[in-house]
């Protein structure tokens, strides 16, 4: 049986409606995440994929339930995740499952509902995008192991600060913009027994998930955000002298 558990969820609206997009993801954002994650992480993981066309969104009990890391790409379709499965999902989160929210998905409501706040940011896309270096800023992190310095996207959608987040348990990447703006474009969280990881190159008009040192990223916070070996549950709350304070 595999050690990792793994499914790439994305909403899969771009490369079914806009012929370009889908020039650049033959098999959708998802199946180039998923070609990755398998090449790099090999028979020690399971890959499944799942779109927010699917029954549930391809998120029911039962599915992550057998899903030890979820990866999360949206982009225009944010509102139409159903709010029933925002919460199954946060559950298993708390309960120990590992998130991994891409790109813009910093405006998924699963992210903005586990991280509390409005997860804006700026950003600009000129045409034909602009070049950004992802720094590694924290080299001995499991999730940079390995990785370039810096790592070189030649086209990519600007992102830039304030980025309205909690200040991160861990910040493992800054990136730099040809304009001059910098972002936090690597970072991790801590939700109950769950670890979130946040990583934002990955624009649908570019092809940066066949990027190796993006994928590296991927395959490293999977292993990084995979949870502990036991039963999964959130944390138990108890208060035995409820009641009886102030004492």
Known sequence: MPALRVTVWNEGVHESTQPAIAAVYPTGIHGAIAEGLTELLGPDASIRTATLADPEHGLSEEVLAQTDVLLWWGHIAHDQVADEVVERVRQHVLAGM??????????????????????????????????????NVNPTHPIAEGIEQPIVIEAQEMYGEFFDIPTPDDLVFISSFTGGEVFRSGVTFTRGRGKIFYFSPGDQEYPVYFHPQVRRVLANGVRWAAPVAGPRRAPEVSNPDAGVWPR
């Open 98 to 135: 590992g998130l991994i929210v891409l790109h813009s998905g910093h405006f998924s409501k699963i992210f903005i509902r586990m991280l509390g706040t409005t997860c804006s940011l700026a950003w600009r896309n000129p045409e034909g995008g602009e070049r950004e270096l992802v720094w």
